[in-house]
């Protein structure tokens, strides 16, 4: 789904919302500053970090939960 696209989903599904909290809650979204996202707070060699295990991830390069709990399971206790 293009950025358009989905602005214009959410546009529809907010006129027609009637649950207050959530109006409210997406209000304090909307009003939270950009600036404090985690990303602009965290290392260049965090995010370099981030990339690598996001590239992995597509790549197939990943390890299933299950079995990594059974790798360090003695260490878990």
């Known amino acids: 789904m293009s950025t358009s696209a989905q ?7 907010i006129t027609e919302l009637k649950d207050v909290e959530t109006l409210k809650a997406i209000e304090i979204i909307k009003d939270s500053n950009i600036q404090d996202d985690w990303w602009n707070k965290i290392s260049v060699v965090e ?3 981030i990339g690598q295990g996001l590239s992995d991830a597509k790549e197939g390069k990943t390890t299933l939960h299950s079995d990594v709990k059974k ?3 003695k260490w878990l206790l």
Do not use: D, P, Q
């Open 47 to 49: 995010k370099m970090s």
């Open 7 to 13: 602005k214009l989903s959410l546009i529809r599904w």
């Open 71 to 73: 790798r360090y399971e």
